[in-house]
T-cell receptor, first 116, second 110 residues
Framework: EAGVAQSPRYKIIEKRQSVAFWCNPI?????LYWYQQILGQGPKLLIQ????????DSQLPKDRFSAERLKGVDSTLKIQPAKLEDSAVYLC??????????????FGQGTRLTVV | EDKVVQSPLSLVVHEGDTVTLNCSYE??????LLWYKQEKKAPTFLFML????IEKKSGRLSSILDKKELSSILNITATQTGDSAIYLC??????????FGTGTRLKVLA
């Protein structure tokens, strides 16, 4: 089966510019996650979608970050305006909750963002 | 607040050594604990643990969950240079939220 697709793979922008990342989850996976991973740290959840509804966005800096998952499939994450501390790898993951048991989350290759 | 703590933060061993990585957690409505290996960017799945005391094994890797102690260990025997990576522990809560630890950075020297 096809994995989680993310684009772009790399992005370099200047501070105060805007940037958008795209994610296409595994077909049929209802849950989609966006994580931010700063060098030397574990992934930090930014937002979790169940179908096209938001389950958790408590750690999303809403003054500059936004995300949407139209039609419950693809998702985009936007940063506007970017700050230097946003430099990180942005990982998208998806998982299935068949019969309420859940499966492992599968990750995309991530987008490495550098803000200069 | 939900949290996952991994130890050690980093580890350097020689090929052939055995290593034990630790993960402890505090989470609301525990569903499962997962181990991932991260070599470049995308974490790759190793194990999912839901029941206490049942060892999961894959080749030289094994893992076990202790729900009483709220912890898990990942063992790697006869380490190889290809095992060098960051090992991430994640705990899944009742809402299927994955909470990750900081990871253990393992370096295996030839």
């Amino acid at each position: 089966e096809a994995g989680v697709a993310q684009s772009p793979r790399y992005k370099i922008i200047e501070k105060r510019q805007s940037v958008a990342f795209w994610c296409n989850p595994i077909s049929g996976h209802a849950t989609l996650y966006w994580y931010q991973q700063i060098l030397g740290q574990g992934p930090k959840l930014l937002i979790q979608f169940q179908n096209n509804g938001v389950v958790d966005d408590s750690q999303l800096p809403k003054d500059r970050f936004s995300a949407e998952r139209l039609k419950g499939v693809d998702s985009t994450l936007k940063i506007q305006p970017a700050k230097l501390e946003d430099s990180a790898v942005y990982l998208c993951a998806s998982s299935s909750q068949l019969m309420g048991r859940g499966t492992e989350a599968f990750f995309g290759q991530g987008t490495r963002l550098t803000v200069v | 607040e939900d949290k996952v703590v991994q130890s050690p933060l980093s580890l350097v061993v020689h090929e052939g050594d055995t290593v034990t990585l630790n993960c402890s957690y505090e989470v609301t409505n525990f569903r499962s604990l997962l181990w991932y290996k991260q070599e470049k960017k995308a974490p790759t799945f190793l194990f999912m643990l839901t029941s206490s005391g049942i060892e999961k094994k894959s080749g030289r890797l094994s893992s076990i969950l202790d729900k009483k102690e709220l912890s898990s260990i990942l063992n790697i025997t006869a380490t190889q240079t290809g095992d060098s990576a960051i090992y991430l522990c994640a705990v899944v809560s009742g809402t299927y939220k994955y909470i990750f630890g900081t990871g253990t950075r393992l370096k295996v020297l030839a």
